[in-house]
């Protein structure tokens, strides 16, 4: 199985001069610095809890027998935009979408395949999913926006990039608004 992004997400979870009031900065002079800061929070943190935040559209490939259920390794999916069984040689043959049920109440959703297709030796099935809590910063829940922020601050006053959960201190503090939204993989 393998997730790539194909279009991503229009804005950030958490604008710049949500950040800049954060911190209480005034200044334009780090702006290009905090931008990078925010969507680099943003993909560590989807990375964390297996889950993206703004939409954005990703083509999952899977292979061998999927069966009747296909556990998703992307959470939200609020449509399958498109799908597709993907032979060796490169061809497309495409599916029709409507045969497949989304099941997002499920953590990981799954797609339901009705018919259990099977695919032969070297096919894949090719899914475009769009996932994400929504197209606006409004849409994500207040406590991922708070532990972006809280990343944001941490990295912008040691100007570095580390890996949040290497701060024992800031990890700490994260476990409380980012636990309840991790993706469980059994």
Known sequence: MTANLLSP?????????DIKAF??????????LLRAFISSARVHLEHLTGRQ?????????????????????????????????LSEDGDLL??????????????????????????TAGQRLQLDLETGYGPSDEDVPMPLKQ?????????????LIADPTQLPTLAKALQPLVNPYKTIRL
Do not use: C
């Open 9 to 17: 997400p229009m804005v950030e979870p958490v604008s710049l001069a």
């Open 147 to 159: 532990a972006l922020k809280m990343i944001v601050a941490e990295w912008y006053e040691r100007r």
């Open 53 to 85: 935040f703004i939409t954005q559209t990703w083509r999952v490939l899977l292979d061998g027998d999927l069966g009747r259920r296909i556990s998703l390794p992307i959470q939200p999916v609020s449509n399958i935009v498109s799908a597709a069984i």
């Open 94 to 119: 495409s599916l029709a979408t409507e045969s497949f049920a989304l099941y997002q109440s499920h953590n990981p959703a799954l797609i339901v395949n009705p018919g259990g297709m099977l695919l």
């Open 23 to 32: 911190l209480k900065l005034d200044s334009d002079a780090e702006d290009d």
